[in-house]
T-cell receptor
Framework: AQSVSQHNHHVILSEAASLELGCNYS??????LFWYVQYPGQHLQLLLKYFSGDPLVKGIKGFEAEFIKSKFSFNLRKPSVQWSDTAEYFC???????????WGLGTSLAVNP | NAGVTQTPKFQVLKTGQSMTLQCAQD?????MYWYRQDPGMGLRLIYY???????DKGEVPNGYNVSRLNKREFSLRLESAAPSQTSVYFC????????????FGPGTRLTVL
């Protein structure tokens, strides 16, 4: 069965630290991958997405993610986090022509000023 | 441009009561979705509507019904609420069915006693 794993459930960083949140999926075919973010008290919103082409995807607010097919991974990175990056981050997968997204359980990020 | 709106924001029900969660979008999107979010379970798709006039079951449709009233509105009905339906409910919309970006509403926090 297709699944998405986000191994880090809670991450605490200081401002200016580098961030990498892990996302691994299980599916052997074509995938579309997404990272969504939910800031405290706000809607879920799209950070970035991978459909095809360049495996290094850049998103909003300085975030990027790299699709590594051989590792079934789509890790989210940011070189220097800010307090305003405190949020919950969700990785999601569309496997093949499946008509639904499969969501990870989320990673809660707290950035200390 | 309000995006995706949901009403109510909070609701407390007694077991067996019924209620309808309302969702509307003003982005002229064709597809709409209802999710529930539970601790440790991530986001799970309840129902979706790929286009006006169509609805399909998601992962966890039992105990729910939906109506795609028109292109803008997609409601979720709990006919006989159960404590297991205590959750946060999110409505989302997208220009077209997966894998397009989904835009989320602010959520409805429902407690069933």
């Amino acid at each position: 069965a297709q699944s998405v794993s986000q191994h880090n459930h809670h991450v605490i960083l200081s401002e200016a630290a580098s961030l990498e949140l892990g996302c691994n999926y299980s599916y052997g075919g074509t995938v579309n991958l997404f990272w969504y973010v939910q800031y405290p008290g706000q809607h879920l919103q799209l950070l970035l997405k991978y459909f095809s082409g360049d495996p290094l995807v850049k998103g909003i607010k300085g975030f990027e993610a790299e699709f590594i097919k051989s590792k079934f991974s789509f890790n989210l990175r940011k070189p220097s986090v800010q307090w305003s990056d405190t949020a919950e981050y969700f990785c999601a997968l569309r496997a093949g022509n499946n008509r639904k997204l499969i969501w990870g359980l989320g990673t809660s990020l707290a950035v200390n000023p | 441009n309000a995006g995706v709106t949901q009403t109510p924001k909070f609701q407390v029900l007694k077991t067996g009561q019924s209620m309808t969660l309302q969702c509307a979008q003003d982005m002229n999107h064709n597809s709409m979705y209802w999710y529930r979010q539970d601790p440790g379970m991530g986001l799970r798709l309840i129902y979706y509507s790929a286009s006006e006039g169509t609805t399909d079951k998601g992962e966890v449709p039992n105990g729910y019904n939906v109506s795609r009233l028109n292109k803008r509105e997609f409601s979720l009905r709990l006919e006989s609420a159960a404590p297991s339906q205590t959750s946060v409910y999110f409505c989302a919309s997208s220009e077209a069915p997966f894998p397009h970006e989904q835009f989320f509403g602010p959520g409805t926090r429902l407690t069933v006693l």
